[in-house]
């Protein structure tokens, strides 16, 4: 049993280079990997290669409107997160839905998506470390996607130090810890080791650090929160 985060980046149609995060962990909870890809097929690749698995994917796994916001997202923005309108005429301007090719792809290797009650078993989920962050924080999540460059490093120090308190069984990725790099690529491979986190503590602690939130049929996202019984 594996667990794999990827941060996915939005561009459908010619993906950017190097811009889609990735982190996988053994049961564990350590780091196997913790990487930037560019393709779709790079993300296959590793996911059949780590075999049975729990990937979490922040990107919309499942939209339906035309416009407006998806029910999860309404019921994030009602908790005071702030969302996206994720829906087809906006993803349009990315060349499409990656998020939702990605799930087809993934389903050829025996992939589903997840729906809350999950064993063992090849899983998708739709994360938001954006959103994890807000609940873990207290609705005051580190900035580190602005400023200057030490600004940015102090803020991912932050997120890691909350991450950690939150499930502290998790080793950080060695890049992280050494911080050397684009400050770009350091974001999306953070970003995905939070997506990796949340589907890890989801398994390991049987949803009681976790909350899915959205309904049957239009989504669902899984948010990290502090524990619950």
Request: glycine fraction near 12%; aromatic fraction near 6%; proline fraction near 3%.
């Amino acid at each position: 049993m594996r667990f794999v985060g990827v941060d996915l980046g939005w561009k459908m149609d010619q993906p950017k280079a190097n811009g889609t995060g990735i982190c996988q962990l053994d049961r564990s909870g350590r780091v196997e990997l913790a990487s930037v890809v560019t393709a779709d097929q790079e993300i296959l690749d590793i996911v059949q290669k780590a075999g049975e698995a729990w990937v979490g994917i922040d990107a919309s796994l499942s939209v339906q409107n035309e416009r407006g916001l998806r029910p999860c997202e309404r019921r994030l923005r009602d908790e005071g997160i702030k969302v996206l309108p994720t829906n087809r005429t906006f993803l349009r301007k990315f060349g499409g839905s990656r998020g939702e090719s990605l799930v087809d792809q993934l389903s050829e290797l025996g992939y589903s998506l997840a729906q809350g009650t999950e064993k063992d078993g090849r899983f998708l989920f739709e994360v938001y470390p954006h959103g994890t962050l807000h609940l873990l924080s207290g609705g005051h999540r580190p900035d580190y996607k602005k400023g200057a460059g030490d600004k940015r490093a102090e803020a991912r120090e932050a997120v890691i130090e909350l991450v950690l308190g939150w499930e502290p069984s998790l080793e950080v990725p060695r890049v992280l810890l050494e911080n050397e790099g684009k400050d770009k690529e350091l974001e999306d491979i953070l970003d995905a080791w939070i997506c990796v986190a949340c589907t890890y503590s989801h398994w390991l602690n049987g949803g009681r650090t976790t909350q899915m939130i959205g309904e049957e049929g239009d989504g669902y996202i899984l948010l990290g929160c502090h524990r619950h019984e």
